[in-house]
């Protein structure tokens, strides 16, 4: 997978959710010859031994079991020591969802048939934003997060949260600016996922481009994919309608840029994108990752 990358074109890579243990080791050999670098570790990583397959919310923060609640703080603490391990700087986190996912289900439901701009949907997404703002769990997530961020803090490791694109995922926009006056601006940062931010316009729920630019001081990560309309993501870049050309430019080269592709789509068509990307932002590649 590794060398896969390599051949790619890309210096550095993100291990993602679906590393297993078995394969630790493996990496650590390949990374002595210094051909590629991590950036990031997408929490959980490596995989919890009895989780079958990539599931990064698997344990949520946001559960209201305290079993629930310790595993995924357990994994996380384990997920910040690897990364210190393996010299990544960076791991991202998803912080769990609320229990509104069939409203979530069902704007997305009116979105795949194209009818966003139906007052049906304009009257059950103010329901759902109405029953969103209702369920508050701020403290629960917050009082989770204040031991994981000191644990970080000792480690060296900074945390990114990842916007998700659901109305039922945690933070919200607004939790993310409760977030971000609370927790430490060094250790705690924002993860920006283009593709996430890309759907949630085409929800109606935010702005991509006015979104990005209030987070901007609080980036330290991407995940690069665009949407082809209306939620089919995780496709290479210019295939849809994300602002890649606007946003950009306005990130600091130091900040790692972390594609993240369906598995589908094969390397030829990557390294063609890889091109277009490299010319249209005159980019060397030292701040692209793929995500493994």
Not at 95 to 107: F, H, N, Q
Not at 250 to 277: G, Y
Request: proline share 5%; hydrophobic share 40%.
């Amino acid at each position: 997978m590794l060398q896969e990358i390599v051949d790619l074109g890309f210096r550095a890579v993100e291990l993602g959710h679906g590393i297993r243990t078995s394969l630790v080791e493996g990496i650590n050999r390949f990374l002595l010859d210094g051909a590629l670098e991590i950036t990031s570790l997408h929490n959980f990583c490596p995989l919890p031994v009895d989780i079958m397959q990539a599931a990064p919310d698997c344990f949520q923060c946001t559960s209201h079991r305290p079993s629930e609640r310790a595993r995924a703080f357990r994994h996380t603490l384990e997920t910040i020591d690897w990364a210190a391990k393996l010299e990544a700087k960076r791991v991202v986190l998803h912080l769990g969802s609320v229990p509104m996912a069939k409203m979530s289900r069902r704007l997305l439901d009116y979105l795949q048939i194209g009818k966003t701009s139906d007052q049906k949907y304009l009257n059950w997404k103010q329901k759902a934003v109405r029953e969103r703002a209702k369920l508050d769990y701020y403290t629960r997530v917050a009082d989770w997060l204040s031991k994981i961020v000191e644990h970080a803090k000792q480690a060296g490791i900074r945390l990114g949260v990842e916007n998700r694109f659901e109305i039922d995922t945690f933070p919200s926009e607004e939790e993310f600016r409760r977030l971000f006056q609370d927790f430490d601006a060094e250790v705690l940062g924002y993860w920006h996922d283009f593709g996430h931010a890309q759907i949630r316009q085409h929800l109606t729920l935010s702005n991509h481009r006015e979104w990005f630019i209030e987070m901007l001081p609080r980036l330290i990560g991407c995940h690069v994919h665009d949407v082809k309309n209306p939620d089919s993501d995780h496709q290479l870049p210019f295939v849809g309608d994300t602002p890649f050309l606007q946003l950009v430019p306005l990130i600091s080269a130091s900040v790692p840029l972390v594609w993240e592709l369906r598995p589908t789509i094969k390397p030829a068509e990557i390294r063609v994108a890889l091109q277009c990307w490299n010319a249209a932002f005159k980019n060397d590649n030292e701040s692209l990752a793929l995500s493994g």
